[in-house]
């Protein structure tokens, strides 16, 4: 996640969230969110790797995973 690297200020995406109206849907995505925008966010979700192509050796395909 941006904010987790330090490209985005975690105050200021909460900001943004607040101010936001309240027919607007916003979508976050990425890893390490902060436990205040687990706890602000309606919908939480952590994905989990089953199989994935890459275990077995074939390299990463564009339009797939980049």
Same mark, same amino acid.
């Given at each position: 996640m941006a904010i987790d690297f330090g490209l985005l /200020?975690? $105050?200021d995406v909460? /900001? @943004?969230i607040a101010q936001k109206p309240p027919e607007l849907h916003l979508i976050l *995505?990425?890893? /390490? @969110?902060? *436990? $205040?925008l687990i706890e602000i966010a309606d919908l939480v979700t952590e994905m989990q790797e089953i199989k994935h192509p890459y275990s077995q050796g074939i390299a990463a395909q564009k339009g797939i995973e980049y």
């Open positions: /200020n975690l $105050e909460k /900001n @943004a *995505t990425g890893r /390490n @969110a902060p *436990t $205040e």
